[in-house]
């Protein structure tokens, strides 16, 4: 058993980021079986979900002419435009059936404004506008998380830079994470991490 001052945020295992999904992550599926594994393992256990409204800024079909994995800018700064994904209530938000979600303490939905995004379990994407996931750790006497999930170099890294940037000691379990690598993306987002001091198992 691990200490219950290290909690266990599985970020984003629902079916638009597994195959067959709109945003589907390569053998995203492929590490349910060793994240259901971790979650008996840990004492502080969070689920993150990926919860967009249908007219959401990240959506490509948003933007007129703009095509899906193209860059704009926004006023929070540049942001990929993403197929439409994670729609709220829809099943493609809802998590993988493989994921056990009942051993889960608390599940954080994220990206529900429609005018900015929130790659991170702790801050939207202008990386000033708290979740509450702070908090809710912190009150709950955690000091270092461990991260698994989908995808390792958007949501995963983003989540793991921040917790750092906090003050939480950071893991993130490789094996248990897959990632989109968009020109160079995990490259960049591993990079950042490492120099975040998270460390990568
Ligand atoms: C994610 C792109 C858009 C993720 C979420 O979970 O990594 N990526 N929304
Ligand atoms: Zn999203």
Known sequence: MRPATDALIVID???D???GGALAVIDGDAIIPEINALMREFQVRVLTQDWHPADHASFAANHPGKAAFSLIEMP??????????????????????????????MVLRKGFRAAIDSY??????????????????????VDHVTLVGLATDFCVAYSAVDAARLGFGVSVIESACRAIDLDGSLETARRAMTEAGVVLL
């Open 13 to 15: 295992v629902q079916n």
């Open 17 to 19: 980021f597994c195959p």
């Open 76 to 105: 929070y700064g540049p942001q990929v435009l993403w197929p439409v994904h994670c729609v709220q209530g829809t099943s493609g938000a809802a998590f993988h059936t493989g994921l056990r979600t009942d051993p889960a303490d």
């Open 120 to 141: 991170s379990a702790f801050f939207e994407n202008d990386r000033t506008t708290p979740t509450g996931l702070e908090g809710y750790l912190r009150t709950r006497g």
